[in-house]
Structure formats: C-alpha cells, structure tokens
C-alpha cells in the first residue's frame, strides 16, 4: 500500500484551449509502471549536443542532471546517484501547447519525488515520456508534522457538481458523478448531467466512452489519466494557499483553504483526518464577451480498499467501439 499526494494545483488550473493531447499519469500508475520510484535531490545538470524532436514535434535539445538519492520507494535500493535524462526546448520563445518539460536548480538542494524508467544506456527517464515529465518529477512537499496521509488501493465514490451563471445565478450545467477505481489501470464513471448518462472505461491504456441507449462508443487511446480524478490526499504549499476556517462536508470535518492569487475565487475543503479533497469551489471568467460562471463539486459519498471485482470492468458486448475518427476497431 502507497501514499499518493496529489498536486491538485494543475488541475485547478483554469482551460485556456489547450489543443495538444496531454498524457498526464496518475501517481498510482506512475509507481507500477516505474522501475525506480525516489526521493532525490539534484547536484549539478548538464546541457548535452544531442538535437531531436519529440513525438508532438518540439525541438529539444538533451540535459543531463545528477541526483542523489534520500529515499527509496520502489526499485533497486543500493542506488545512492543516478543520471536523469531529459529535455529543454531547442527554439527561443514558447511554442503553442508547449510541452511541460522540467529543469532544475542545483544550489537550492530542493527534493524531488522521481519516476523512472531505466534507459538502455544506464541513465533514466521520466516514466511518463519526454514530453510532459512534470508529472513524473515532482517537488517533496511533505506534509505537516503529525499529519495522517490516506493511502489506497481502491475507491467508490459518488459526487455532484454545479456549474451556475454568476449574475444570473442560472444553472448552466449540474450532474451527479459515480466511479470506482482500482489500481493501477481500472476505471469505470459514471456521469449522469445534461447530456445523459455517459459511461467511462479505462482499461490498458485506452478511455472507452459511451451514452446510455447508444448501441456505439468511442475509444480515445491518448488522454488524461482518468486516476488523476481519485488522487486527492493533498496538503496546500502555504506560499499558494492559506487556511480561512473550518467547516464539515458530508459529515465530515474540514480546512478551509483560498488561493492566495484568486483569493475567493478557488478554495478547497480538505478532511482535517487525511487531507482528502471533499469539496472544490472555483470561479472561471468573464472571458470573450462571456459572464463569469462559478463551479462547486462536492464529495457526497467515498469509500476506499473495498473489494472490486473485474468483472465491474468488464466492456458492455452489445457496444461497438470505434476510434474518435468514427472508424475501426469494430470491437476492443
């Protein structure tokens, strides 16, 4: 069993047309799918010659940083050093749907949680690809002492959200939201809004999506880790956020926390028990002409490491699935 903390910071980040498809891996299947799990802290990085595009088609240039290992969390304990190969982008100026590389500050002894996928060569690299590692190479921020972290294998819950017009107070979009996941690669959602129901899988790698009646559904095979939903044991960086009050939701007791650069704007309600995320309350705009809107989800229901079987995965066989061209497979 894992301690998973989840930094809820880039998802609380508001859209702004983010076209690129971005591969952001949950922490639960970063662990599995890594071959070195670690606390580190990096000593000295290196710009390389090497010259290459990422898949996405970025021009980056190689760099090589030195860590030094403090923990061990997975993988092969006798390693106290080790070479992290990764990238920096090759052209001046940011490019469109830039890709979320990282880079590192050698004097400021800061640690990192890494991981890592072992490289032919010896070195290692970021278990989630080259072009987004921020995820796989996150700062340690522990949290407060005496603090109890939630730690999980499995997860039923049920939520409601509620997107309403601020001057109007007009209901633009509510739905309730139901899902069950089990670690690293089982996933099923429920959402029932204005759309309908709408039924989400992820299995091996893949999102399969359909509405309830439709004899059709989709696969998308490159998207957002849907274990990002589930990843909620969090403790805010004091220097983001700052603890207004105290309050209970759905029975349970919370912290109140505002983001100190939208204060009233983004606050999250976390379980004083575990820093579980219970509610989130988020204000979005004016932008382009459009009211601003606020958004609240609220945790009604949650219950973690209750048995699961597979066979709650298990894909409906009276849907076709297809590609989000419209085109085969005909059947996963």
Request: aromatic share 12%; glycine share 6%.
């Amino acid at each position: 069993m894992r301690t998973f903390v989840a930094f809820l910071l880039l998802l609380a980040i508001p859209s702004v047309g983010f076209a690129r498809g971005m591969q952001s891996w949950s922490k639960q299947r970063m662990f599995v799918k890594a071959d070195l799990v670690v606390v580190a802290v990096p000593v000295s990085t290196t710009n390389t010659s090497e010259r290459c595009k990422l898949p996405e088609g970025f021009d980056v240039a190689g760099v090589e940083t030195e860590f030094e290992v403090r923990s061990v969390k997975k993988g092969d304990t006798n390693v106290k050093k080790f070479v992290l190969h990764h990238y920096r982008l090759a052209t001046r100026g940011m490019p469109a749907n830039a890709p979320h590389l990282v880079s590192f500050d050698p004097s400021k002894r800061e640690p990192y949680v890494c991981y890592l996928r072992k490289e032919a060569d010896g070195r290692y690299a970021p278990v989630n690809g080259q072009t987004d590692p921020v995820f796989a190479i996150r700062k340690d921020v522990p949290p407060p002492p005496g603090t109890e972290l939630h730690e999980f294998k499995s997860v039923h819950m049920k939520r409601q959200s509620m997107t309403r017009d601020m001057e109007t107070k007009k209901i633009r979009l509510q739905g309730k939201h139901e899902l069950w996941y089990k670690e690293p690669d089982f996933y099923l959602e429920i959402n029932d809004d204005l759309m309908g129901r709408e039924f989400r899988y992820e299995r091996i790698d893949k999102l399969y999506t359909y509405y309830e009646g439709q004899t059709r559904g989709y696969i998308s095979s490159y998207h957002a880790d849907p274990g990002l939903e589930i990843e909620w044991t969090y403790f805010p960086d004091k220097r983001s956020y700052r603890k207004i009050g105290s309050e209970t939701i759905s029975g349970q007791p919370c912290d109140v926390y505002e983001h100190r650069e939208v204060p009233k704007k983004h606050k999250m309600w976390l379980s004083t028990k575990n820093g579980f995320l219970m509610q989130r309350y988020s204000v979005y705009g004016p932008t382009n002409g459009d009211r601003a809107t606020e958004t609240i989800s609220t945790v009604t229901e949650v219950e973690f490491d209750i048995p699961l079987p597979d066979s709650l995965f298990q894909l409906p066989a009276n849907i076709e699935f297809r590609d989000d061209h419209g085109k085969g497979p005909a059947k996963p």
